[in-house]
């Protein structure tokens, strides 16, 4: 079974800074996906980002990027130039190859100072 | 539709009465699956609809949970003789299958008193 460990219950950030979040997974498969989601008040989970284990390069999408250490199993987010609108619940994912369950880490509560 | 519907946005019931979540997916989407997020808990996986195959319900805690999708669009999940355990969150999301991630609804939360 597939364990996701995000250790930082809360973190905060000032606005325009930069803040990583981070996670550890378990899984004795060699071949899986890792996803960070937000969960904004509205409760609605959005994707941020998607990174394939099988490929070394880091997934970027904009001021959102990962650092993905694949033997410390370690899948961190890193959110630059940090935005209010970035404030949020932020929950890192797992996801074995061929199959489409997601299993999920507890969450770090991400707070943006102005 | 442009995104996953969920209804209701809240419910409150009584212990022991039965309720129904609905989950209205994207359209197209073959995937749908059902989570339950608690208080200050990650997200459990509930159960996975593909296409025209049997659903996992691997993640149901009970007897009385149980759902159903008609037609591969609309899915219902019933809670039978609601206990207060029941209260939380309850996500539906859609995909196209794949490992291209989902899209969830903005969830019910639902209260038992």
């Known amino acids: 079974a597939q364990t996701v460990t995000q250790s930082q219950p809360e973190m905060s950030v000032q606005e325009a800074e930069t803040v990583t979040l981070s996670c550890t997974y378990d899984?004795?498969?060699?071949?899986?996906?890792l996803f960070w989601y937000k969960q904004p008040p509205s409760r609605q989970m959005i994707l941020v980002i998607r990174q394939e284990a099988y490929k070394q390069q880091n997934a970027t999408e904009n001021r959102f990027s990962v650092n993905f250490q694949k033997a410390a199993k370690s899948f961190s987010l890193k959110i630059s130039d940090s935005q209010l609108g970035d404030a949020a619940m932020y929950f890192c994912?797992?996801?074995?190859?061929?199959?489409?369950?997601?299993?999920f880490g507890t969450g770090t509560r991400l707070t943006i100072i102005p | 539709g442009a995104g996953v519907s969920q209804s209701p946005s809240n419910k409150v019931t009584e212990k022991g009465k039965d309720v129904e979540l609905r989950c209205d997916p994207i359209?197209?989407?073959?995937?749908l699956y059902w989570y339950r997020q608690s208080l200050g808990q990650g997200l459990e996986f509930l159960i996975y609809?593909?296409?025209?195959?049997?659903?996992?319900k691997s993640g149901l805690p009970s007897d009385r949970f149980s759902a159903e999708r008609t037609g591969g669009s609309v899915s219902t999940l019933t809670i039978q003789r609601t206990q207060q355990e029941d209260s939380a969150v309850y996500l539906c999301a859609s995909s196209q299958g794949g490992h291209y991630g989902y899209t969830f609804g903005s969830g019910t939360r639902l209260t038992v008193v």
């Open positions: 899984t004795s498969e060699s071949d899986y996906y």
């Open positions: 994912a797992s996801q074995r190859f061929g199959n489409e369950k997601l299993t």
């Open positions: 359209s197209g989407h073959t995937a």
């Open positions: 609809f593909q296409g025209n195959s049997a659903p996992d």
